[in-house]
Each structure stands twice: as C-alpha cells, then as structure tokens.
C-alpha cells in the first residue's frame, strides 16, 4: 500500500477495524510515573476504543488493565484518583483487588451459584515507562522494550521531576477531522514556510530534517549555521523577544522538536517547554488532540482563554467557537487544526483524488514514513 484511500478518512467501518487491527496492539502515552506515585492511585485514558488505567500496587510497582468490568462491561475508574485497595464496579458493585483479582460479588450464594472468580479478573494490559512517561498497550504480550528502544537514545532530555519544570492546564482539541489527517500534517514538513507563514515562519523544506527510528519519526530543524535545532528561527527569535528563560537544564539543543510515535502519541519538546499529546479518535472524522504541557521558568500556566475556540463551560477548543479568522490568530496550532478540517471536507467529495506527495525528508518523505508504519502494524 503506498497511500490510504479516502475510505480510511471516512468509514467507521474502517475506524473499527483499526481498533482491532492497530489500536489492540498499539503502545500510547497515558500519563506520568509521578501523577500516580501511592498505592491505590490510578489514571485513566483511552487507547482508540480501549479504555485502559493504571494502578499503583501497593508494593509500589505499576499495573494497567482494561477498565472494562467483566460482568456486564461497565467502564470502572474514572479520571484520575486513588481507589484504595479495590476498584468497585458502579453497577452490581463486583469488587476487583487493585491486582486485578475478582473479590466480592454481592448475592453470589443465589445469583451466581456457581462461579469461580478466578475466571473472571480484570483483563492485563501491558505497561512500559520511559523518562517518567507510562505508555500502555491494550495486548497484554506486547514487549515495550521493542517498541522503544530504536528511539531510547535519542529521546528529549527534559527532566520532568526537575523543578525547572512546572505543568500547565492541559488543552483539549475536539477536532473534525480523521486522526491520521491530524498526523499527517504534524508531520508534513512541506506547509511550515507556507500555512505558517506568520507564525512558525518556516522552516523551508531543505531546513527541516525527519528522521525515522523504527516507529518514531523524530523532526529536527536546521539552523543558519546548518546545527540542529529544536525550535524554527522565528520561533526561537520571538521567545527571545520576550525574554523567555530557557530551561537551564535542556540548553544543549541537539535533540528532536518534534517525536512522533506511531499511532497516537506526539511529543513537542524545546528549551522553553515540552507538550505531550495523545490523539484519542472519537469517529471516522472526528478526533480529539489531548494536550499536556510544561513550562520552563516565569511562563503562564494557564493559557487556556488565549487559545482560539477555547470554551469555559465544556473546557474543549472547537473551531465553532472561532471568532477570528484563523489565520489572523497568530496561533500556529489554530492553522493546523483548520488545515485538518479543510481536508477531511476536501476528502469527503466523491471527485477528490490523492496528488502526488512532495519528496524529500524536509517535506513529505514522513507521511510515506507513516503509511508503511500503517500497512506495517494492521494486522
Ligand atoms: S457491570 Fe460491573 S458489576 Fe455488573
Ligand atoms: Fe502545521
């Protein structure tokens, strides 16, 4: 396969399959070691249609699991929390140990005579952390370490503990488009001198660098001295501009500004931030862009009334909440997000045909990347 068909951007049929066919055995970024530290917390999150959590043990070690009841499928936990040492289910109240077990189920004597709990425990999913980061994966075989060690050495350097580092408000994108149009500008180098003219300013084509580690495309831009760098000049110039401090401890520039880790997990790091994002498909055309972010020394942490179409009452950015016309936003991810949208309703008419895809790793070379990351892992 050497393009997705318009199909794989507007059939539900197609996103079904992904979650059986892709999503079942994908690693994704949940959360941080450091947002469960006790026993008995725990976070959720959604894998494609998995709704996955994980729990800290009480010998401190970490566990995830469907948070699916094995009962009638009620979804468990909730957000984020500490449960204590059991999970109970909401609807007939079965009891779960934080390890999973089946423990209590009310009325078993009559209601189920027969039982043997121990068929019944909260099904594994499989758990891999990094730099602080929990990605997990809903197949319970799937070995983490393959997955990320052709990317491990090459990783952003920032320190999450450090308190050079604080978090801000996370910012939620509800966007209307197909996830892997969201992906496949995020990693398109060919538009950033074009779309973002007036906000990233470039970089041009032969100043951006995609490299590929095994399912990690990593983007570096290239500086006028022809170094590595993190960020686009213009950007760069602007955070100067505003005496923004940098991050003492990730001065040394030579890592990615971009990570991309198939299928859903995208990373921005730089010397005044780093964003952690998980794409969280809600149908064929609609998908949300889960944002967390953490600042370096003196910055804002919530920028949330800033952002175009964000919406106090639901806390969702949503291009029907736009005032202004996005390009007179000076908001790159606001371009980005109309971009997305302009092509899934570009893709929904029966007379569009792919075009040809730019050469180069500074340009396009990535999204053939992503297709063989596609064709490779749909099983
Ligand atoms: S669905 Fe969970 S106890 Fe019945
Ligand atoms: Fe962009």
Redesign the pocket.
Known sequence: MSRLSRDYYLSEEILSRENEDLFAHSWVFVGLESDIPKAGDFLTASIGAFPVTVIRQKDGTLRAFHNV?R????TLLEGKGNTGSSVV?P????TYMTDGRLKGIPNAATCFPDIDRTDYPLKDAAIGETNGLIFVNPDPRAEFSNWIVPVKDKLWPHDLGSKELREGEPLIYRMECNWKLFVENAIDGYHLAYLHENTLGGPMPESNIWERYGDHLVWYAIDKNGQRDPLPAKSRKEYRQYLTKQIPHVKDKDYGGVYYMFPLTIIDSNDYGLNISRLEPRGAGQCDLIIRRWLGPGQGLDERKYVPGWDRATNLIQSKNWKKHPLKTNDFQTEDVWICEKIQKGFSSPAYEHGPLAKGVGAEQSIRWFHELYEAHSR
Do not use: A, I, L, T
């Not at 009962?71 to 009620?74: D, E, L, W």
């Not at 609807?91 to 079965?94: F, L, N, Q, T, V």
């Open positions: 009841c009962h009638r499928g009620v289910c609807y007939h109240r079965w």
